[in-house]
């Protein structure tokens, strides 16, 4: 599939005899859809644009009330009922020039000794869960930062909901919430994992042949392009999707006087690949739908899709096709390099993990990989009972966790681990989980973009 084109909509899974079919969901009707049940009074419904533009704390938490509401009483091809695409379009076009704004490597200094900073890894569209973490750990504050490692939407049924949620803590708290971004914030991934399939039907106008459904998607690309790869909490603390990344050789080459030419000396092979800079990192370009695998823009990849290894030393992650694999000798000069005490980094969830001999499982939503001279690293997973949609009778249980730092020097986590919101409500898969592989694995790297 090309990344710079629409893409053909994948089959959705057989459906059970006690849900309602896809096309029972998306029948065409001249009329707009009925709500099954009216609202509750206190809530201001359907979403619109604050007048004056400016978004309050009381619209951010109808908004999540209403979300919460919406995906227990009504269908998902109500969703344009909920929220119409004219305030989408404004909430992700606030957001957007704002994220777009940001650096690759957010630096996140202004923490008071009256502050703690929330750290929260994957979420996969798990709504009800993401609204739990809201409440548990404390909203977003003048004295409460958080930091999301990505991963927001896919696999999970309420990705959009969840997506638009922290875009909206985000426009009304820009210095105090930030929203990485992760390997499934990517026009491959939404394709495959569902997302892609969770808009068109939200959005589902069939007698413009899906124009508005099309319209929302590629705004959220637009959107995905602009979120950060990663952040440093107080100058100690790094933290990323997937992880470290390689540095890129550059080499100045014999021009003719007025050029500009460079040329890039790529590290192919493994005992040539070297940890990047935050100086590289910055300089990265991540406004790419999909990041390359292969080319000269190789460390947005790199962020996004790498793992740690007990085995020492740097190489190509050749499970994933795309990103590295690092050990902990990795951490350590990553680490010592740059003054930084703790690594947090996201990617990995139960199912994952279970491949991964060596590495601890994501059971409690976390787990601490490399303790070393110059601090640790630690896999950060906030989805609990994941992945929602799973083919097999026994599933995994897992809980969810999120990280506390504290002041003064905000480098040592406090978890807080928890179980999956019970009443989640019964929805269908937007892709066909059966099939689907567990871990990203195997992807089909021609695929995704590969221009520099």
């Known amino acids: 599939m090309s990344c710079n084109g629409d893409t053909e909509i994948p089959p959705l899974p057989p459906q059970s005899e006690s849900q309602p079919s896809q096309d029972q969901q998306q029948s065409s009707s001249p009329e707009p859809p009925v709500l099954a049940t009216s609202p509750p009074p ?31 009483n009504l269908t998902p091809t109500q969703f344009q009922e909920v929220l119409p695409v004219k305030v989408f379009d404004t909430l ?13 490597c957010v630096m996140i200094d202004d923490c008071g000794p009256d502050s703690t900073v929330v750290v929260v890894g994957d979420v996969h569209g798990q709504l009800h869960d993401v609204l739990f973490l809201l409440k548990d750990a404390g909203y977003p504050s003048e004295n409460r930062i958080f930091v999301f490692n990505g991963d927001y939407v896919d696999r999970g049924a309420w990705g959009l909901e969840t997506f638009l949620v922290l875009l909206a803590w985000k426009v009304l708290m820009p210095t105090r919430v930030y929203l ?37 998607y590629r705004k959220c690309l637009g ?15 790094y933290t ?38 935050l100086e590289e990192l910055s300089k990265a370009r991540r406004s790419v ?7 000269l823009n190789l460390i947005p990849g790199d962020v996004l899709w790498s793992d740690p290894s007990m085995k020492p030393g ?23 390099k740059f003054q930084l005490k703790l690594i947090i980094r996201s990617h990995e969830g139960p199912d994952a993990r279970e491949k991964r001999p060596g590495l601890g499982s994501m059971d409690q939503g976390y787990t601490i990989d490399h303790v070393v001279e110059s601090g640790k690293l630690i896999t950060l997973f906030s989805a609990p009972d994941y992945p929602q949609f799973q083919g097999t009778e026994e599933r995994y249980r897992n809980k969810g966790a999120y990280i506390v730092l504290e002041p003064p020097n905000f480098d040592h986590p406090v978890f807080h681990s928890f179980e999956a919101i019970t009443s989640r ?27 520099p």
Not at 92 to 104: C, D, G, Q, R
Not at 289 to 295: A, C, I, M, N, T
Not at 429 to 451: F, H, K, N, R
């Open 42 to 72: 206190e809530l201001e419904f359907p979403i619109e644009w604050p007048p004056d533009g400016n978004l309050s704390l009381e619209w951010v938490q109808n908004l999540m009330s209403v979300f919460d509401w919406s995906s227990r």
């Open 92 to 104: 992700v076009l606030t957001a957007s020039k704002i994220l777009h704004k940001e650096p690759n």
């Open 180 to 216: 990485l971004r992760g390997n499934h914030e990517s026009k491959y991934c939404t394709s495959v994992y569902g997302f892609e399939n969770e808009v068109l039907v939200k959005y589902r106008d069939e007698h413009a042949k899906d124009r508005v459904g099309k319209h929302v």
């Open 223 to 237: 959107c995905f392009e602009g979120l950060p790869l990663a952040s440093i909490i107080n100058g100690s603390v």
């Open 240 to 277: 990323a999707h997937g992880g470290l990344f390689r540095s890129i050789a550059v080499t100045p080459v014999k021009r003719a006087k007025g050029k500009k030419n460079r040329r890039i000396v790529m590290n192919s092979e493994t005992s040539s690949l070297v940890l990047g800079s």
């Open 289 to 295: 739908l999909d990041p390359p695998w292969e080319g």
């Open 314 to 336: 740097l190489a190509p992650n050749k499970v994933r096709g795309i990103g590295l694999i690092w050990g902990p000798d990795c951490t350590d000069d990553f680490l010592k």
């Open 425 to 451: 409500p019964q929805v269908k898969a937007y892709y066909d989980y059966e099939e689907a592989i567990d871990s990203d694995e195997e992807l089909d790297m021609a695929s995704m973009a590969t221009s």
